[in-house]
């Protein structure tokens, strides 16, 4: 889902998806659309998710003590590019 016009940049939301032995997996975040084709996280600590990270000690981190390896996983992903194929669909 992507808003915006010649006077304010676009904006949009993506959700990637998947399934897993223990169910399904979900991550999304807020993205802007900036000049000459850059397609940025709105914010990298405002990832939504219901993965969940142990510790090495088997014990559930919180959600800010997981941020690093969220961000890992986002960059990890093709989405600027399916962002950006998109939008130039339009």
Same mark, same amino acid.
């Given at each position: 889902m992507a808003t915006g016009d010649d006077q304010r940049p676009f904006v949009?939301?993506?959700?990637?998806?998947?399934?897993?032995e223990q169910g399904a997996a979900g991550l999304a975040w807020d993205w802007v659309f900036l000049p000459y084709g850059v397609v940025a996280l709105v914010d990298p600590l405002s990832l939504v998710t219901n993965l969940q990270f142990l510790s090495a000690d088997g014990e559930v981190l919180a959600p800010m003590e997981s941020v690093r390896q969220l961000n =890992?996983?986002?960059h990890s992903l093709p989405w600027q590019h =399916?962002?950006?194929r998109r939008l130039s669909s339009h």
């Open positions: 949009g939301q993506t959700l990637w998806s998947g399934e897993s =890992e996983i986002v =399916e962002v950006q």
